[in-house]
């Protein structure tokens, strides 16, 4: 009996020492009013101070935990809808660093994955109307009508230091860039940064999906638009993708701060190629560098198991790297980027686009006696079809460096034109260059590099135009490329031979709830990859760029919504029946990827989403067979 009183009363009294505890920077304690339950989360409301945000405007921050009570990792970032109001006026989101030399501010904690049971400390910050007008706090549920409030008195709220180090100047009146971004500003190091960039991108460290792509690498073209706010972007694409469809598009900061005169750029979100970029992910330095004039991006990428680490290294587009090793230089760098730069062009959309007429690859070492040359025709067809057929290789053909040089004569109905074949050491394999040619114009062509993969198969390793711009040939025959193959998929699809196809499918981190899928699949052609779960439009399923089926189970269909908000170009298409259940339809981009997904509530807890991944789903094409073959269980 007295052990068990003296153990009350040594709970009661760490109780009493806790909520003693329970302050931020500011004089409220926190209290049983202060505990907000929103379903699955709770929100704990600590306190609060007065800090200075970037302009040296009063903010309002908040400290509250954050405690994740549901069965999958929550962040409060996409769990918690808040809302502050002053004087009947919403406020406004305030950005409050606490390091000016990482531009880490005090809404970090937001973003941080919570594991079920777990608590973690964040605050929100939102500028203040006046110091004396009390601030009401609501806190809702994303997906749910769950809400709690809390009012907050600024008068009695202590200023706050948010950083040790002295904010950068600023002028609060200026605006970003507008669409003359890269006009010189005055300002050193903004016309240092903004501006046009060249150079390449390697692959490192690759597991899962990526495991086969270890030290491969690529030319990329690259735009940095910095505004005398000190924000703006980066964009870059590499010999995949395009100005307009880029690898990589971050939004950054500049700092004065850095190893050189040059400053740092650092990422505050954004996207590379199909996963987020968020703060620091990026830092970039140019001081590090040996070089001037360059800079070096480096990252890692990860989305489930599949990884790797890239090195991302860019010069001034115009600048010769005569100051380098040759092992250093961009693959296109001689063939493409220097009679681009000697012709004193700007850098074009695509990497390979307007080339000069007549230019041909660098050459490489001798031929080895074993190289047979190799035969070709006069590659001769008409304006419209070289057009089509750059709009084909670099729009609609998801496989096309899978592609055999029977397979581009196929489509063109002739043989190209023969130029050369030449070894290349820098890629230790054989390479052969063929040209389709105008016939209205012959310095209008297709200009495409073949690698020898395995003993006489040649595949397409590289292509671009000359004479004709890339960008307005897609906008002039895209869609009637699409409806060709889209004919072309359904001829070959009538007399495919098929097979049965079903697999289980699992929401994350609950093994026990699942879906089975049914379907039948060609016999060739088509694989599934298990990483990201999806039907792959391709005998190897880690192809590169290959179109896709992906699925995906959550509890219910509201939970696909989570990035709504950051979809591009969305449209609500037709419902879809398939396996007898109507599903939802709607299109959409993100994240460089266009996707047509179906999306249904299964039963209570279980839901499906159905997504074609650069894939078109015309009736009686592949993909729509697949589609209409589907059940599930």
């Given at each position: 009996?007295?052990?068990?009183?003296?153990?009350?009363?040594?709970?009661?009294?760490?109780v009493?020492?806790?909520?003693?505890?329970?302050?931020?920077?500011?004089?409220?304690k926190?209290?049983?009013?202060?505990?907000?339950?929103?379903g699955?989360?709770?929100?704990?409301?600590?306190?609060?101070?007065?800090?200075e945000?970037?302009d040296?405007n009063?903010?309002?921050?908040?400290?509250?935990?954050?405690?994740?009570?549901?069965?999958e990792?929550?962040?409060?970032?996409?769990?918690?809808?808040?809302?502050?109001?002053?004087?009947?006026?919403?406020l406004?989101?305030?950005?409050?660093f606490?390091?000016?030399?990482t531009?880490e501010?005090?809404?970090e904690?937001?973003?941080?994955?919570?594991?079920?049971?777990?608590?973690?400390?964040?605050?929100?910050a939102?500028?203040?109307?006046?110091?004396?007008?009390?601030?009401?706090?609501?806190?809702?549920?994303?997906?749910?009508?769950?809400?709690?409030?809390?009012?907050?008195?600024?008068?009695?709220?202590?200023?706050?230091d948010?950083?040790?180090?002295?904010?950068?100047t600023?002028?609060p009146?200026?605006?970003?860039?507008?669409?003359?971004?890269?006009?010189?500003?005055?300002?050193?190091?903004?016309?240092?940064?903004?501006g046009?960039w060249?150079?390449?991108?390697?692959?490192?460290?690759?597991?899962?999906?990526?495991?086969?792509?270890?030290?491969?690498?690529?030319?990329?073209?690259?735009?940095?638009?910095?505004g005398t706010?000190?924000?703006?972007?980066?964009?870059?694409?590499?010999?995949?993708?395009?100005?307009?469809?880029?690898?990589?598009?971050?939004?950054?900061?500049?700092?004065?701060?850095?190893?050189?005169?040059?400053?740092t750029?650092?990422?505050?979100?954004?996207?590379?190629?199909?996963v987020?970029?968020?703060?620091?992910?990026w830092?970039v330095?140019?001081?590090?560098?040996?070089?001037?004039?360059?800079?070096?991006?480096?990252?890692?990428?990860?989305?489930?198991?599949?990884?790797?680490?890239?090195?991302?290294?860019?010069?001034?587009?115009?600048?010769?790297?005569?100051?380098?090793?040759?092992?250093?230089?961009?693959?296109?760098?001689?063939?493409?980027?220097l009679?681009?730069?000697d012709?004193?062009?700007?850098?074009?959309?695509a990497?390979?686009?307007d080339?000069?007429?007549?230019?041909?690859?660098?050459?490489?070492?001798?031929?080895?006696?074993?190289?047979?040359?190799?035969?070709?025709?006069?590659?001769?067809v008409?304006?419209?079809?070289?057009?089509?057929?750059?709009?084909?290789?670099?729009?609609?053909?998801?496989?096309?460096?899978?592609a055999t040089?029977?397979?581009?004569v196929?489509?063109?109905?002739?043989?190209?034109?023969?130029?050369?074949?030449?070894?290349?050491?820098?890629?230790?394999a054989?390479y052969?260059?063929?040209?389709?040619?105008?016939?209205?114009?012959?310095?209008?062509?297709?200009?495409?590099?073949?690698?020898?993969?395995?003993?006489?198969?040649?595949?397409?390793s590289?292509?671009?135009?000359?004479g004709?711009?890339?960008?307005?040939?897609?906008?002039?025959?895209?869609?009637i490329?699409?409806?060709?193959?889209?004919?072309?998929?359904?001829?070959?699809?009538?007399?495919?031979e098929?097979?049965?196809?079903s697999?289980?499918?699992?929401?994350?981190?609950k093994?026990?709830?699942?879906?089975?899928i049914m379907?039948?699949i060609?016999?060739?052609?088509?694989?599934?990859?298990?990483?990201?779960?999806?039907?792959?439009?391709?005998?190897?399923?880690?192809?590169?760029?290959?179109?896709a089926?992906?699925?995906?189970?959550?509890e219910?269909?509201?939970?696909?919504?989570?990035?709504?908000?950051?979809?591009?170009?969305y449209?609500?298409?037709?419902?879809?029946?398939?396996g007898?259940?109507?599903?939802?339809?709607?299109?959409?981009?993100?994240?460089?990827?266009e996707?047509?997904?179906?999306?249904?509530q299964?039963?209570?807890?279980r839901?499906?989403?159905i997504?074609?991944?650069?894939?078109?789903?015309?009736?009686g094409?592949?993909?729509?067979?697949?589609l209409?073959?589907?059940?599930f269980?």
């Open positions: 009996m007295k052990q068990t009183k003296a153990k009350l009363l040594c709970l009661l009294l760490a009493l020492m806790l909520l003693s505890s329970l302050t931020a920077c500011g004089k409220d926190a209290k049983d009013s202060n505990l907000i339950k929103l699955d989360y709770e929100l704990l409301y600590k306190g609060a101070c007065i800090m945000d970037s040296g009063d903010a309002i921050v908040l400290t509250l935990d954050f405690t994740n009570n549901g069965k990792n929550a962040s409060y970032l996409w769990s918690v809808d808040e809302t502050l109001m002053q004087n009947g006026v919403e406004e989101t305030a950005t409050v606490t390091d000016y030399d531009f501010t005090v809404i904690g937001q973003f941080t994955d919570v594991a079920p049971g777990a608590t973690v400390e964040v605050r929100t939102y500028l203040l109307q006046d110091t004396t007008s009390p601030v009401e706090a609501t806190f809702e549920q994303f997906f749910g009508k769950k809400n709690g409030k809390v009012t907050i008195d600024p008068a009695t709220l202590s200023r706050e948010a950083a040790n180090t002295e904010a950068m600023t002028d009146g200026a605006g970003t860039l507008g669409t003359d971004t890269m006009a010189t500003t005055g300002d050193a190091l903004l016309d240092w940064w903004n046009e060249y150079g390449w991108w390697k692959m490192s460290g690759c597991y899962g999906y990526y495991e086969s792509m270890e030290g491969k690498w690529w030319d990329v073209c690259g735009v940095i638009d910095i706010d000190y924000t703006g972007t980066i964009t870059l694409w590499d010999e995949d993708y395009t100005r307009s469809e880029p690898m990589a598009s971050a939004q950054v900061s500049l700092s004065e701060a850095g190893t050189g005169e040059h400053g750029v650092m990422s505050e979100g954004g996207w590379f190629t199909n987020a970029l968020e703060h620091a992910d830092i330095d140019p001081g590090l560098l040996d070089y001037d004039d360059m800079i070096w991006i480096s990252g890692d990428y990860e989305d489930g198991d599949d990884e790797f680490h890239y090195d991302i290294y860019l010069r001034p587009w115009g600048l010769y790297w005569d100051d380098m090793e040759e092992d250093t230089y961009p693959y296109r760098y001689t063939d493409w980027y009679p681009l730069i012709a004193g062009k700007s850098m074009p959309d990497i390979g686009e080339a000069p007429e007549g230019v041909a690859p660098t050459e490489g070492a001798p031929l080895t006696p074993t190289d047979a040359m190799a035969s070709g025709g006069d590659g001769i008409t304006e419209e079809q070289v057009q089509k057929g750059y709009v084909w290789m670099n729009e609609v053909n998801r496989n096309i460096f899978d040089y029977d397979d581009i196929a489509y063109f109905g002739v043989d190209g034109q023969f130029v050369k074949e030449e070894y290349s050491d820098h890629m230790k054989n052969r260059y063929y040209k389709w040619i105008s016939e209205d114009d012959d310095s209008h062509f297709i200009y495409v590099n073949f690698k020898e993969n395995e003993s006489g198969v040649y595949t397409v590289a292509y671009n135009t000359s004709f711009s890339g960008t307005e040939a897609i906008e002039k025959y895209l869609d490329v699409k409806a060709e193959a889209a004919e072309a998929n359904k001829a070959a699809s009538a007399n495919a098929m097979k049965d196809f697999v289980e499918i699992a929401q994350f981190a093994d026990d709830v699942k879906v089975k379907t039948k060609p016999v060739s052609g088509w694989s599934y990859d298990d990483g990201p779960r999806c039907l792959v439009e391709n005998d190897d399923p880690t192809a590169f760029g290959a179109g089926i992906q699925f995906e189970v959550r219910t269909v509201e939970k696909f919504d989570s990035y709504k908000d950051k979809f591009e170009n449209q609500d298409i037709e419902d879809r029946v398939i007898g259940i109507t599903f939802r339809g709607r299109t959409y981009k993100y994240i460089g990827y996707w047509i997904q179906y999306i249904a299964l039963d209570d807890n839901a499906l989403s997504g074609l991944r650069n894939m078109d789903c015309v009736p094409t592949m993909p729509d067979i697949i209409n073959n589907m059940t269980q």
